[in-house]
T-cell receptor, first 119, second 113 residues
Framework: DGGITQSPKYLFRKEGQNVTLSCEQN?????MYWYRQDPGQGLRLIYY???????QKGDIAEGYSVSREKKESFPLTVTSAQKNPTAFYLC??????????????????FGEGSRLTVL | KNEVEQSPQNLTAQEGEFITINCSYS?????LHWLQQHPGGGIVSLFM???GKKKHGRLIATINIQEKHSSLHITASHPRDSAVYIC???????????????FGTGTLLAVQP
């Protein structure tokens, strides 16, 4: 089945370490996104990519980096420069149109998320 | 003030009740999404709408563009409907629709048997 796979689901990091969260999609979507979710706040955009080899900063890009070398992959690295990295991270992708079997849902798809905890 | 406000923040209902979750926004939009987040954390899209009303099973979503307001209704609620429901708007900018989404903080729904 088509979808978005994030790994790992849970990750623990020591202060000063970089970690990379994986996001893979087999939906053939051009656009991919990384969001951060904190308790009591709406999802906030970290980075997004509209096409392979191109990406733009979102609202809270400081301390994060991404790459988009392949259409299906959009990994996020949380660097030691991110001051408060403990959060739930969600990867998403979007298509130009909604799927034929669920036209009402729109074109936005999310992964299951990765929970990062800094020790 | 947040650009997307949801109410209520928390909602507890008895099985079978009719449920309404509200979303108000203060920006120009091209579309509005209703999303469902289960305790495990994954998010699924329920609806995307830019006008009128959409229905899928027991779920109904409406939007009033003039009033900048949308509602998500659940009829005959069931414990399996327990989740966080999130409203997100896609911004409209000069030149047309953008890919920028602004999310509400979510409504935590608990349906008790």
């Amino acid at each position: 089945d088509g979808g978005i796979t994030q790994s790992p689901k849970y990750l623990f990091r020591k202060e000063g370490q970089n970690v990379t969260l994986s996001c893979e999609q087999n939906l053939n979507h051009d656009a991919m996104y990384w969001y951060r979710q904190d308790p009591g706040q709406g999802l906030r955009l970290i980075y997004y990519s509209q096409i392979v080899n191109d990406f733009q900063k979102g609202d809270i890009a400081e301390g994060y980096s991404v790459s988009r070398e392949k259409k299906e992959s959009f990994p996020l690295t949380v660097t030691s420069a991110q001051k408060n990295p403990t959060a739930f991270y969600l990867c998403a992708s979007s298509a130009p149109e909604a799927p034929l079997d669920r036209p009402d849902t729109g074109e936005l798809f999310f992964g299951e998320g990765s929970r990062l905890t800094v020790l | 003030k947040n650009e997307v406000e949801q109410s209520p923040q928390n909602l507890t209902a008895q099985e079978g009740e009719f449920i309404t979750i509200n979303c108000s926004y203060s920006v120009g939009i091209s579309a509005l999404h209703w999303l469902q987040q289960h305790p495990g954390g994954g998010i699924v899209s329920l609806f995307m709408l830019s006008s009128g009303k959409k229905k899928h099973g027991r779920l109904i979503a409406t939007i009033n563009i003039q009033e900048k307001h949308s509602s998500l209704h659940i009829t005959a609620s069931h414990p399996r409907d327990s989740a966080v429901y999130i409203c997100a708007v896609r911004l409209w900018a000069y030149g047309g629709a953008t890919n920028k989404l602004i999310f509400g903080t979510g409504t935590l729904l608990a349906v008790q048997p």
